[in-house]
């Protein structure tokens, strides 16, 4: 039998236990930036299903652009596949909540991999694209990320980017915005008739640190009428961090 992931013992930083039933993926995320902007409530609202609620820190809604690269994407029962397991992936997302249940409303992802883009769609009902996407390696510890939307199921969308981490790692503190923002630990969305949908994931705490970053191009949410400023509000860097996702269940 397969030893369970270590950090799934480490539970007590969750805002609710781990589900009863067994998780069914493995994810590894590694060198993600999350870079978030306050947008207005209003512009949010059209995006979300009956019945799911727009979360906001003290009055403040965010969107965020989150470039990052997969690796060790595998079924819980099932070997890593070079071909499928690893590649650049792109998300913007937005901060829900479902009743007391607060959780992130992915806007788009973008994925440099056909058969994971289809197999996402499929089971998670999440608005997975094709993307043409590099990331890159520079001296002093840059990383340089550029995305191109090529699925003709979507709006074009283009991030070009290059960032790195600045300071020591740290746990963000519970009420701060940075918690807020990043310590979530289900997702949310819907299919056609609105039903809506969530799904679980674990991870440990999010090991952060601050980040500078330049945007040279940056079209990710343009597809709903957002023109996001050059410079982002809030800037985090995360080396990796391995993730366990279950399937997702009707709310």
């Known amino acids: 039998m397969l030893k369970p992931p270590a950090f ?10 781990l589900p009863q039933s067994p998780w069914i993926m493995h994810q590894r995320w590694c060198d993600l930036l999350f870079a978030h902007w306050p947008v207005p409530v209003e512009s949010l609202l059209p995006l979300l299903p009956a019945g799911l609620e727009l979360d906001t820190y003290e009055g403040q809604a965010w969107i965020a652009v989150v470039p990052f690269r997969m690796e060790n994407v595998k079924p819980r029962f099932a070997p890593a596949v070079p071909w499928l397991s690893a590649f ?6 937005t901060y829900v909540r479902k009743g007391d249940k607060a ?8 994925a440099a991999n056909p058969v994971a883009v289809e197999i996402a769609r499929s089971v998670y009902r999440l608005p997975y694209f094709n993307a043409r996407m590099s990331l890159q390696n520079e001296g002093r510890d840059w990383i340089r990320y550029q995305s191109q939307r090529t699925d003709l199921r979507a709006q074009t969308a283009a991030l070009k980017a290059i960032y790195r981490p600045v300071g020591r790692e740290y746990l963000s503190r519970k009420g701060t915005l940075e918690h807020w923002l990043t ?3 289900c997702l949310y969305t819907s299919d056609a008739a609105g039903q809506i949908y969530c799904g679980e994931i674990h991870h440990a705490p999010w090991s952060l640190q601050k ?4 945007f040279d191009l940056n079209t990710m949410t343009l597809p709903i009428g957002l023109k996001l400023s050059h410079e982002a509000t809030l800037l985090h860097f995360v080396r990796k961090i391995d993730v366990v996702a279950w399937q997702i269940v009707k709310v």
Do not use: I, K, M, T
């Open 8 to 17: 799934l013992q480490q539970v007590n930083h969750r805002p609710w236990p």
């Open 88 to 93: 650049p992936e792109l998300n913007v997302r």
């Open 103 to 110: 959780g992130v409303w992915f806007v788009s992802l973008d």
């Open 183 to 185: 310590e979530r630990y």
């Open 211 to 214: 980040a500078e970053a330049q």
